[in-house]
């Protein structure tokens, strides 16, 4: 976090100590009653301590959420067109491209509540009661799995959420410990004499794998050069060698038709679940591989307590399974986290079992 500007900061204090006296000289404005005062200092300790009476489950925080926040942020808090997502994002701030959501990357609790009751929903701020900010705080903690399907979030329970990235952020100390220790840097002129690449590193095998550099003078580069030839040849003398691998099993015959359309009405999916090389658990786990799976064997996805159930009873993801599941979730498993209300059309869950199919070979 990035201190407050010093310049800023002597202006705004300035402006505040002015503002009355000049109220005064000009026959402008009045000093602000405690009830005004009151109605905007909202602002929620990260340790909940001055948090409102008041409570609220997940299940009232969809019914909620649906109503007053799903048209911005989607029905799962995934996020509609180019408005915030919400969930997910677990692991993917070290990533080029992280998602920063309020289960990857916000470090208090207090924050989304404050957020939420302070400015939302989107012109409309002020109009939630305590308990539906309450309601609507444990639905999101929900989306993005910390918290169980039973859970009520209130003041006695706020510090009980362990936010994933509340260590993540430090205090922008430079100014104290770095500032002083920097020198001019130099712009031209800096190396006298001529510059000669003296060392080349070499990285065995792999060139792209960044590990076991070995710096290796110029003088010595044509011998490993001349020494890696006959080595190279060798291995691929061993490998003709080598016996055929046995053949893979056949692969499931697939309708390419059929696939491309699943790929279409996967879209429905993919703001919570990810499939092919790399997909990685989001707020639904990862469904390379889901058609013949076992149930809820999915690593490092925290399931619900009737999935796990169904799990322990034996359940495997085969078509009929998958169809009976994406026609109506709810219906099909009470309780379950997928809040989709389920593929209507019989085309396309036959598409989406195709596409599934296609990513399970």
């Known amino acids: 976090m990035s201190k407050f500007p010093k310049f800023l900061m002597a202006a705004s204090v300035a402006a505040l100590t002015a503002a009355p006296a000049m109220a005064e000289k000009l026959g402008l404005g009045r000093a602000a009653t405690d009830a005004e005062i009151a109605a905007w200092n909202l602002d929620v300790f990260p340790d909940g301590s001055n948090l409102p009476a008041g409570k609220g489950d ?40 992280p998602l920063k959501t309020v289960g990857s990357y916000w470090p208090y609790l207090s924050t989304t509540f404050d957020y939420v009751r302070r400015s939302m929903p989107f012109g409309a701020a002020g109009t939630l009661s305590d308990d539906d900010v309450y309601a609507i705080v444990a639905y999101i903690l929900y989306s993005n799995d910390l918290v169980d399907d039973d859970f009520v979030l209130s003041k006695e329970t706020f510090l009980d959420v362990a936010m994933p990235n509340a260590e993540g952020f430090i205090v922008d100390d430079r100014e104290a410990t770095e500032y002083g220790t920097y020198t001019n840097r130099c712009m031209s002129d800096c190396k006298s004499g001529a510059v000669e690449i003296t060392t080349t590193v070499v990285f065995p095998g792999d060139p792209n794998s960044g590990t076991d550099a070995t710096p290796i003078s110029q003088a010595v580069m044509g011998t490993a050069a001349a020494a890696a030839a006959p080595a190279e040849a060798e291995v691929t003398e061993a490998a003709a060698e080598e016996p055929a691998a046995e053949e893979a099993a056949p692969a499931m015959a697939l309708d390419a038709e059929l696939v491309a359309k699943g790929e279409k009405v996967f879209k429905k999916c993919k703001a919570c679940h990810k499939v092919g090389d790399g997909a990685k658990n989001g707020t639904g786990p990862i469904l390379t591989g889901v058609y013949g799976r076992a149930a809820g064997t999915v690593d490092g996805f925290k399931y619900s307590k009737p999935m796990l159930a169904a799990a322990e009873g034996g359940l495997v993801w085969d078509e009929a399974e998958l169809a009976a599941y994406l026609a109506n979730p709810k219906k099909y498993m009470k309780g379950t986290k997928m809040s989709f209300a389920g593929l209507k059309k019989d085309a396309d869950i036959a598409a989406i079992l195709e596409f599934l199919k296609s990513h399970s070979q």
Do not use: M, Q, R
């Open 58 to 97: 997940v299940w009232t925080g969809e019914e909620v959420f649906a109503e007053a926040c799903a048209v911005c942020h989607g029905e799962f808090a995934e996020g509609a067109g180019n408005w915030p997502k919400l969930a997910g994002g677990a692991d993917t701030l070290d990533h080029e491209d």
